[in-house]
């Protein structure tokens, strides 16, 4: 089973940048990879999600224009460029990586990572000035 690491969470102003990475313990292959989010108080939220084969990605309403997905197997890493971020976006942001298979990456993200599968340990992301 891959195990997962975030990083590159932390404290920014309002309109800042921040960068997460998802390091996995083997080699990415195939597998798709989502970011989910869940702030307090909130049900976790699926916002972003990229396949392992052909590279399609999705993006929730709420981070779509400001946020992007990308992966590099050769360094079994997916990142999440976050731009303009709001103080709304405040929360622990994990990576997944789900046991079955979705045929597209909507489908994934909307499950709101309610599947089975490895889940990394979350990073804390807050916005505020």
């Known amino acids: 089973q891959v195990q997962l690491v975030e990083s590159g969470g932390g404290l920014v102003q309002p309109g800042g940048s921040l960068r997460l990475s998802c390091a996995a313990s083997i080699p990415l292959g195939y597998y798709a990879i989502g970011w989910f989010r869940q702030a307090p108080g909130k049900e976790r939220e699926g916002i972003s999600c990229i396949s392992g084969t052909d590279g399609s990605t999705y993006y929730s309403d709420s981070v779509k224009g400001r946020f992007t997905i990308s992966r590099d197997n050769a360094k079994n890493t997916v990142f999440l460029q976050m731009n303009n971020l709001k103080p709304e976006d405040t929360a622990v942001y994990y990576c997944?990586?789900?046991?079955?298979?979705?045929?597209?990456?909507?489908?994934?993200?909307?499950?709101?990572?309610?599947?089975?599968?490895?889940w990394g340990q979350g990073t804390q992301v807050t916005v505020s000035s």
């Open positions: 997944a990586a789900p046991a079955n298979f979705f045929a597209t990456m909507q489908a994934m993200c909307i499950t709101d990572g309610k599947f089975t599968g490895s």
